[in-house]
């Protein structure tokens, strides 16, 4: 219980301080999915992006963009077009890389098994190095390649976000389900099941059964719940 009082007072406190992101608010995208959490007990965000392409100028060090120490020459949050990456480009003076970053959510949770329901991993990303020392490398062509691929990554990236949130909602939902019953009764409610049907297929054993009647028995509904929250292709 303390424990929960102490997650309750430093979640009003965090959710109470000013947005520090460039933007200075929650991206269109993701804040039906933030709503979603924020609104759990167990739950709060710390910071989101919904995803997005940028170009961004610095020193590559071991082919890693440290994004602290560099320039963000562009960045948008909607699909992008090669005339705008090209006059980014002119104000490049190191090494300018483009990059597409799926979504991203920072989120703090109450305990362990909390954390459990929102394990997920993308590799739904593109970084790709355009100019070296101010130098443009590549093609303008190469680079319409290039933003082509980013905003397909794009528009996936906002499926992926929708179900997410649907798997989520679902998976919260269930959690509530169950909290509301323990796992005694499940049991129980589900042996009982079993007895049913046993007797509904005695009762049939030794009788004319129809592929009809026999499609209704294996059809009879099942209070158990088998379901996969997260796909394996997500």
Not at 45 to 69: H, M, P, W, Y
Not at 78 to 96: E, F, R, S, T, Y
Request: hydrophobic fraction near 35%; aromatic fraction near 6%; glycine fraction near 4%.
């Amino acid at each position: 219980m303390e424990r929960r009082a102490e997650f309750s007072r430093w979640k009003a406190q965090c959710l109470s301080k000013a947005d520090l992101s460039r933007k200075g608010s929650v991206d269109e995208d993701v804040a039906e999915l933030v709503q979603l959490l924020n609104g759990r007990d167990q739950f709060f965000t710390t910071s989101s992006c919904a995803g997005r392409i940028l170009l961004l100028d610095a020193n590559i060090n071991g082919f890693e963009v440290q994004k602290q120490n560099c320039c963000w020459l562009l960045v948008t949050h909607k699909p992008c077009v090669k005339d705008d990456v090209i006059a980014a480009l002119k104000k490049a003076n190191g090494d300018a890389t483009l990059k597409f970053e799926p979504l991203i959510l920072h989120v703090q949770c109450r305990e362990l098994q909390d954390a459990q329901i929102l394990a997920v991993r993308s590799t739904h990303g593109l970084e790709v190095p355009l100019s070296h020392k101010g130098k443009l490398m590549v093609t303008e062509e190469y680079i319409d390649f290039l933003l082509e691929i980013a905003n397909q990554k794009m528009e996936e990236n906002k499926k992926r976000i929708e179900r997410f949130y649907n798997c989520l909602q679902h998976a919260l939902e269930r959690e509530s389900i169950t909290d509301l019953y323990p796992k005694e009764k499940i049991i129980k409610k589900s042996n009982s099941y079993s007895h049913k049907k046993k007797r509904n297929r005695e009762k049939a054993d030794g009788k004319c059964v129809t592929e009809d009647n026999d499609k209704e028995l294996e059809n009879d509904d099942d209070p158990g719940v088998n379901v996969t929250i997260f796909p394996e292709d997500y």
